[in-house]
């Protein structure tokens, strides 16, 4: 049943259109050298949407919440996307999570620390954690599985400056 699904995905990967409307707009991000963010779409359109974005000449490409409960990228498509240099938005979890600490470790070291950006997610008024308080302790957290302070840098300070166009490309 497993083998069903990876080959069902990779045929409807192969399959999925990037609309024509969504790749003048992907011209124009390109254009302003700003970030693309994929949002909570699934799987197999975050890839696609990837490719199409590579083509358009796209540098600044985040993967929003790979390890949501609603998106769940599997580890080989987000070690594609990533070859085709997309970076990934790691969040601090809090109950939505389709993994726990030492698998979004073992994610996160299998993908490249190089292409993570860590955040919270916790702006949202539905959230009790502060979302200063969240970071920190995302980072306490990552710190307990093994990163080093010049790697949770990488993933917390310099690449998000990078993408922002803070830190020289």
């Not at 540098?59 to 996307?81: C, G, Y």
């Not at 916790?122 to 093994?146: N, S």
Request: proline share 4%; charged share 25%; aromatic share 4%.
């Amino acid at each position: 049943a497993r083998e069903q699904v990876s080959i069902r995905r990779k045929n409807q990967c192969q399959n999925f259109r990037v609309r024509e409307e969504v790749k003048s707009i992907l011209d124009l991000v390109a254009q302003a050298d700003v970030i693309l963010g994929t949002c909570h779409l699934s799987p197999e359109e975050i890839l696609a949407l990837v490719r199409e974005a590579r083509r358009a000449g796209i540098r600044k490409l985040l993967v929003n919440h790979p390890e949501i409960n609603s998106v769940a990228i599997p580890l080989a498509m987000q070690k594609e996307m990533a070859a085709e240099g997309a970076f990934f938005e790691r969040m601090h979890l809090h109950g939505n999570s389709a993994t726990d600490l030492p698998g979004l470790a073992a994610i996160m070291r299998a993908v490249g620390i190089e292409r993570t950006v860590l955040v919270t997610d916790l702006g949202a008024a539905v959230y009790d954690l502060d979302p200063v308080q969240g970071m920190r302790e995302f980072l306490q957290q990552m710190a307990a599985q093994g990163f080093s302070q010049t790697e949770l840098d990488r993933m917390a300070r310099r690449t998000p400056a990078r993408l922002l166009g803070l830190d020289p490309w």
